[in-house]
């Protein structure tokens, strides 16, 4: 089993950067999961936003993302991090990291543990 639990969401303005962060606690090491960073936006459905693979060898982002986020883990710390900016209105979103093996890391059912999630907002 592994819990997950997210910081750094906050308020920022549009063009702003935030960095958010996932810990992982239990039997399990972070090391044996693609960890992923997911978000909903209020009457959304919960969307794709990063992956990264288990050594951190590959990264794998949303399109709307995309040269503005930067996903990146520290196995020994058992940390996964998303570093966000030029922030816009529209990644205003309740931010998940979610642990998996997933064969499709854009899916939402792939993956096996979430956190609670950390709110981010972007003012216009």
């Known amino acids: 089993q592994v819990q997950l639990v997210e910081s750094g969401g906050g308020l920022v303005q549009a063009g702003g950067s935030l960095r958010l962060s996932c810990a992982a606690s239990?039997?399990?090491?972070?090391?044996?999961?693609?960890m992923g960073w997911f978000r909903q936006a209020p009457g959304k459905e919960r969307e794709f936003v990063a992956a990264?693979?288990?050594?951190?060898?590959?990264?794998y982002y949303a399109d709307s993302v995309k040269g503005r986020f930067t996903i990146s883990r520290d196995n020994a710390k058992n940390k996964v991090y998303l570093q966000m900016n030029s922030l816009k209105p529209e990644d205003t979103a309740v931010y998940y990291c979610?642990?998996?093996?997933?064969?499709?890391?854009?899916?939402?059912?792939?993956?096996?543990?979430w956190g609670q999630g950390t709110q981010v907002t972007v003012s216009s």
């Open positions: 239990g039997r399990t090491f972070i090391s044996s999961y693609v």
């Open positions: 990264i693979s288990y050594n951190g060898y590959s990264t």
């Open positions: 979610a642990g998996g093996r997933p064969l499709r890391v854009e899916i939402v059912a792939a993956y096996d543990y």
